[in-house]
């Protein structure tokens, strides 16, 4: 029995680890999704290089991730639960190294935009940043706490970002009618809110798989 708690305790510990490198990943990739936003209103260039190359460092961590979970599914044999839990995590991870990409997609907008003067200030585009870095935090929040409230709670913000996504488009696309000039920079604000509503997708993914980690169930909240 002292050898199985030892087992159990360890297993925990692991658990930990893995945790604590998938808090590391969301810090990273709200920072990324926060800098590329700034880069975005400022014009920053430099800021939008950078989001580029510190790309690596998710990707990186996505990679650790993968090679704990193997090492946690073939030293310890996890059932039920367990299982789940260690899952769930790379699924989650997967789904942060997709968001971190996805900030370096808007970064490269940006530089396609470069330093051309904008059509208009920079506002609603990331208003809708916020949102989906604040989901991003609460997502995370949920798989800690194993919180399938607030997981529910995502899939009604991330309708709200599908929304703002809808009008930003119609927007743009009318100033794309009344100003041919500025046809390439309209069409990478368009891509940029789309990667923004693409984010608020992930972190829909990563609440369904929160709730199957709990409940052993899986839902599709974009139904």
Known sequence: MRNMGNVRKTFESELEELKGKLLRMVDLAERQLGDSMSALQTQNLTLANAVKQNDAEINALDDEINQK???????????????RKIIVALKISTDMERIGDLAVNIAKSTLHIGDEPLIKPIVDIPKMGDAVRVMLRKAFDAYDLEDIDLAFELAKED???DEAYGRLIRE???????NPDYVNQITQLAFISRHLERVGDHVTNMAENIIFMVKGKTLNLNE
């Open 159 to 161: 309708d709200a970002i």
């Open 172 to 178: 743009l696309m009318g100033y794309m009618h009344r």
């Open 69 to 83: 979970v193997i090492q946690l599914i073939t030293q310890q044999q996890p059932v039920a639960t367990d299982l």
